[in-house]
């Protein structure tokens, strides 16, 4: 998709695409699948994933689509009941209190009334926060991001809940397996997934016995790093890079602003890292070859994670570092991103879901400021490279295709060529992996999705469907109509 150029048809084989358009191949294929005018585009790179915990999460009561607290406190005291706990856990994910009808978060005593015995924790949806009963806080102990009085733990604590679960190995094998099937369901042949040693580890395992069906680059977070080296393990794995946290998220008021909340007076968010702090992990990173993917939210996390790069990388092209997120972005970040040539990573679904009118981005920074917040088209128009993924929130291709082209701020709608492009070629420059995917031409991995329908001709882009997604010739999912 580099060029768009439109064929009625090419050659599958040894994994690759071959003979694209030469009608006098294709038919001396050995098996032809008559896709009946269906659409077939490159395979979607979700440039930000978090496949392994999305898996996980799976098992677990999803509170993405409650708009109370009481209709939580249903689902889990119903769970509950089934006595379906998990490891003796009771756990609820994606909640997102800014869509309840009264927005509050819920506090120690709510999850108490559920129960004080069996431990309950809730899971924001930004994955920074998640609120504890007394019995988890029992077991978490105590910790510098702890809140004992409302039950509230964040960031590195998270990261700590797993451990205290007692996930193990095969736990995780078994969540990978879950997410990858959704994945393929939903056109994803590649992903960027943020990983921990044990993730990574267990990726390594599952593609050892042969086990992974989607092309997966793992970046690991940067305090898990240890002795580490990037690492090509096969066609569908490798480690290209590290992940550091420069701040947390607009959804916990935890990313860092240059001005205080709009909501919360006084707070401007918190840097998880200082400039020195981020210029010493460049300094290693480049050292190895490692590629530097920096999670920056805020106006102000964005300006120190760009004077870091500005002042320590030296290798920023060939390494291809990049910032995640970035959704408070100015124009003077926007042109210092293109002129330190930074690849800029962000989530179409976030714009969508979180900046529609009156949604919670306009009451975390007010209406000013939400002008400046996830524009894509100012992105495009400075000739950034731009990719798209989806964080898990949800997964999806297709709809931050949508998002994209519907952004809530019309100024900052683009167009759904340059959006496929931002999740097909651009995800795949990001990974390193323009060489052999998100084109279909010859020579190219035959990773490609059908689709009920051509985006680039669609009136509704959320109602396209995906109807079979190829790996490497591999058919790994197939849901076309039967006639
Ligand atoms: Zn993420």
Request: proline residues 3%.
């Amino acid at each position: 998709m580099g060029r768009k150029r439109i064929f009625h048809g090419f050659v599958v084989a040894d994994g690759k695409i071959s003979n694209t358009g030469d009608y006098d191949s294709i038919m001396d294929s050995q098996e032809i699948i008559n896709l009946q005018g269906m659409t077939v585009l490159p395979g979607f790179v979700d440039g930000h994933t978090h496949l392994l915990n999305m898996g996980m999460n799976m098992v677990h009561i999803n509170l993405s689509e409650i708009d109370s607290f009481d209709e939580a406190s249903y689902y889990l005291t119903k769970r509950l009941e089934s006595g379906d706990t998990y490891k003796g856990w009771l756990i609820g994910t994606d909640f997102d209190e800014t869509k309840w009808k009264k927005v509050k978060r819920p506090s120690k005593n709510d999850l108490d009334g559920i129960s004080t015995t069996t431990p309950i924790a809730l899971i924001r949806i930004c994955t920074h926060l998640a609120v504890c009963n007394s019995k988890a806080l029992e077991l978490l102990g105590e910790g510098e991001n702890i809140d004992p009085e409302t039950g509230i733990i964040k960031e590195e604590q998270l990261w700590h809940l797993d451990e205290v679960i007692g996930v193990n190995r095969e736990d995780r094998k078994e969540g990978i397996k879950r997410a990858v099937e959704r994945a393929q369901q939903l056109g994803v042949t590649c992903a960027h997934e943020i990983v921990d040693r044990e993730g990574w580890e267990a990726y390594r395992e599952l593609d050892r016995e042969g086990a992974l069906k989607l092309r997966v680059r793992c970046y690991i977070r940067y305090n898990e790093l240890g002795d580490l080296e990037p690492i090509v393990e096969s066609p569908y794995l490798s480690l290209k890079g590290v992940k550091v946290f420069v701040d947390g998220s607009l959804g916990g008021h935890t990313a860092a602003l240059e001005e205080d909340y709009e909501d919360d007076p006084g707070n401007r968010g918190m840097l998880l890292l200082s400039q020195d702090e981020l210029e010493e992990i460049i300094e290693v990173a480049e050292e190895r070859g490692f590629q530097v993917m920096a999670h920056a939210i805020g106006d102000r996390a964005l300006t120190v994670t760009l004077d870091a790069f500005e002042t320590a990388a030296t290798r920023t092209r060939e390494l291809r570092h990049r910032i995640e997120h970035a959704e408070v972005l100015s124009d003077v970040n926007i042109r210092r991103i293109r002129d330190l040539n930074i690849i800029l990573s962000v989530q179409p679904n976030f714009a969508y879901q979180w900046s529609q009118p009156r949604g919670m981005n306009e009451r975390r920074l007010g209406p000013e400021r939400l002008k400046m917040c996830n524009p894509y088209w100012n992105a495009q128009r400075s000739l950034i490279k731009m990719a798209f993924g989806s964080d898990t929130m949800p997964l999806g291709p297709l709809f931050g295709v949508f998002s994209a082209v519907n952004h809530p701020l019309l100024e900052q709608r683009i167009s759904t060529y340059n959006a496929l492009q931002c999740y097909i070629t651009n995800s795949a420059y990001a990974g390193m992996d323009e060489e052999h995917l998100g084109q279909l031409s010859n020579g190219m991995a035959a990773d490609f999705v059908v689709l009920s329908e051509n985006p680039l001709e669609s009136d509704d882009i959320g109602e396209i469907e995906v109807l079979m997604t190829v790996i490497g010739g591999d058919v790994v999912y197939d849901n076309r109509p039967s006639d």
